[in-house]
C-alpha cells in the first residue's frame, strides 16, 4: 500500500496550494481519509477528515473556511485544497487512511491511531 502525496512548495501568505495523494494498493472509497500535519518541534495534527461515503467532512478549526477535502474515487485520489494561506499553516503534510467503522471514524477522526495507511509527506511553506 502507497500513499503518494504532492503537491507542496513554497506560497506567500494568502495564496493557494492543492495537495494531491494518489493512493495505489488500496481503494480508497473503502477508507476514510485524513491530512495532517507537523511542523518542526511540534506534534502531529489533524487538519481534516473525509468519510468514504464523502457525506461529511471535519475541519480543524484553525483551517475551516479555508481549506477543503475531496476525493475522486476513480483516479484513488484524494485532493486538499489550501486557500488564505498563513505562515502558521507552514508544516509537512501527511494524507492518511482509515478503515474504522463510521461510528468509530465519526467520534475519533482526529486521533493519528485511527489511520492505519499513511504517505511520506509532502513539505508547505508560507513565507510572509
Known amino acids: 500500500v502507497q500513499l503518494q502525496a504532492s503537491g507542496g512548495g513554497l506560497v506567500q501568505a494568502g495564496g493557494s496550494l492543492r495537495l494531491s495523494c494518489a493512493a495505489s494498493g488500496i481503494a480508497i472509497s473503502g477508507y476514510h481519509m485524513g491530512w495532517f500535519r507537523q511542523a518542526p518541534g511540534k506534534e502531529r495534527e489533524f487538519v481534516v477528515g473525509?468519510?468514504?461515503?464523502?457525506?461529511?467532512?471535519f475541519y480543524a478549526d484553525t483551517v475551516k473556511g479555508r481549506f477543503t477535502i475531496s476525493r475522486d474515487n476513480a483516479r484513488n485520489t484524494v485532493y486538499l485544497q489550501m486557500n488564505s494561506l498563513k505562515p502558521e499553516d507552514t508544516a509537512v503534510y501527511y494524507c492518511a487512511a482509515s478503515r474504522r467503522t463510521t461510528s468509530d471514524y465519526n467520534r475519533n477522526y482526529g486521533d493519528t491511531n485511527v489511520y492505519v495507511y499513511w504517505g511520506q509527506g509532502t513539505q508547505v511553506t508560507v513565507s510572509s
Open positions: 473525509h468519510r468514504r461515503s464523502a457525506s461529511n467532512s
